[in-house]
């Protein structure tokens, strides 16, 4: 079957750098998505990868490798706006996502 | 506001009744999805429109029935729901490719429902 991996919860301290890992076992794979969900709203994109390596975007980064199946967003100098729930998606061979439960992550000041 | 808006925000209704959550957006998208989203989860795919023909039914309750009467615009109707059907429903939409390739989605807010 197919199964996306994440941690449940996660604290970490305002100003700190927080690491949210992601593993994963897809039929195939075309890319790999981030998105991060406020409470209350829309699942919003932050990142996709599909080639080996880091992704930087100002303060979020997103990593990737295949041969793993493996993949971390790293979240710099967090904000108190940063508490949400990270969503971690795979595509696979059928362009079908594929997703994670997410992890939510709390922010302390 | 994302670009695709989502109709009630917060619904409440009982095991007997019948009632429709809307979806709708101009991002030009010609593709659109329902999802449903429970506590501690993953999201789980509902129904598939491409075009507007439905390309997928994820062996959904026939409880749920969706009606995409145009691009823009998506329906979830709902009638003699369970309680373990409450849940936060979310609906997206995206560009696909000539290949039926998926890209990036935009999501809406969702309806909160909750069935007594």
């Known amino acids: 079957g197919q199964n996306i991996d994440q941690p449940t919860e996660m604290t970490a301290t305002e100003g700190a750098i927080v690491q949210i890992n992601c593993t994963y076992q897809?039929?195939?794979?075309?890319?790999l998505f981030w998105y991060q969900q406020h409470a209350g709203e829309a699942p919003t994109f932050l990142s996709y990868?599909?080639l080996d390596g880091l992704e930087e975007k100002g303060r979020f980064s997103s990593f990737l490798s295949r041969s793993k199946g493996y993949s971390y967003l790293l979240l710099k100098e967090l904000q108190m706006k940063d508490s949400a729930s990270y969503l971690c998606a795979v595509r696979d061979s059928n362009y079908q996502l594929i997703w994670g439960a997410g992890t939510k992550l709390i922010i302390k000041p | 506001e994302t670009g695709v808006t989502q109709t009630p925000r917060h619904l409440v209704m009982g095991m007997t009744n019948k009632k429709s959550l809307k979806c709708e957006q101009h991002l030009g998208h010609n593709a659109m999805y329902w999802y449903k989203q429970s506590a501690k989860k993953p999201l789980e795919l509902m129904f598939v429109y491409s075009l507007e023909e439905r390309v997928e039914n994820n062996s959904v309750p026939s409880r749920f029935s969706p009606e995409c009467p145009n691009s823009s615009h998506l329906f979830l109707h709902l009638h003699t729901l369970q309680p373990e059907d409450s849940a936060l429903y979310l609906c997206a939409s995206s560009p696909q490719g000539p290949g039926g390739q998926t890209y990036g989605y935009t999501f809406g807010s969702g309806t909160r429902l909750t069935v007594v």
């Open positions: 990868n599909v």
């Open positions: 897809t039929s195939g794979f075309n890319g």
